[in-house]
């Protein structure tokens, strides 16, 4: 199995999974560096889905909870302001 792939580009969660007594805390941390490490591009949701059809076949690993809850959590970021808004006097 590939350590890095599109939607664990550094293979953060790949290596989370493997880290014998890790804790729901450093699973976080890693999590939130796997979210500044994805691509603009990348669907983060999407990328979670698959992320936990790969690895998350315990779902009480803290990985496997924490990457569940961000499912819950993490909103699709839109865009605000731009050429759309009216114009400041």
């Known amino acids: 199995m590939e350590k890095a792939t599109p939607d664990d580009p550094k293979g953060l969660i790949f290596e989370a999974y ?3 007594g890790i804790t ?3 699973c976080r ?8 490490s994805l ?3 990348r669907d983060t949701h999407m990328a979670m889905r698959a992320l936990l059809a790969l ?3 315990d779902p009480a690993h803290p990985m496997s909870e924490v990457l569940s809850e961000g499912l819950l959590t993490i909103a699709t970021p839109r865009r605000r302001g731009g050429w759309r808004s009216r114009p400041r006097d």
């Open 24 to 26: 729901k805390p450093e």
């Open 39 to 41: 691509s603009a591009e």
């Open 55 to 57: 690895h998350g076949s």
């Open 18 to 20: 493997r880290i014998e």
């Open 29 to 36: 941390s890693i999590f939130l560096d796997w979210a500044l």
